[in-house]
């Protein structure tokens, strides 16, 4: 499964990243509360769906980002990134008149564990590769003397 994420070509997982990011835009924004009474009573479903959300979207970043670089930064600027973006619909969620939704630090909290930990994971298990093969030279800005 590794070696088929690799082979893949970055203009693929950019556009999945992006299309992906609209949809979860239209999610939080615009599409309909759902009925309390149609789903199942779980608690805290939301920020499960937070954490799955980000976190996915976290890990289609990271596999749109340079392959040839596997520096630790990867993985934390996608983090950083989609938590930033769950920030940004958390705060618009407070501005849109029509909309029941409104602010939660729960929900930026679940955004922000589900972004890091899909990263993270996608970065160590799936295109990780073996200590002695990275190449930080074109990602990262070390400087090497």
Request: hydrophobic share 50%; net charge positive; aromatic share 8%.
């Amino acid at each position: 499964m590794r070696e088929a994420l690799r082979q893949v070509n970055t203009s693929v997982w950019w556009t999945a990243f992006i299309c992906f990011t609209l949809i979860l835009a239209y999610a939080l924004l615009a599409a309909p509360v759902p009925d309390p009474n149609v789903l199942p009573r779980m608690p805290h479903l939301d920020k499960v769906a937070h954490f799955v959300l980000f976190g996915v979207q976290a890990a289609l970043l990271v596999l749109a980002l340079n392959p040839k670089c596997d520096c630790s930064l990867r993985p934390v600027g996608a983090a950083l990134v989609c938590t930033g973006y769950g920030l940004l619909l958390e705060i618009m969620q407070m501005h849109v008149p029509v909309s029941p939704r409104v602010f939660s630090l729960w929900d930026l909290a679940a955004d922000a564990l589900g972004a890091m930990v899909f990263a993270l994971w996608i970065a160590r298990f799936i295109i990780g590769g073996k200590k002695g093969q990275r190449d930080t030279s074109t990602c990262c800005s070390e400087t090497r003397e």
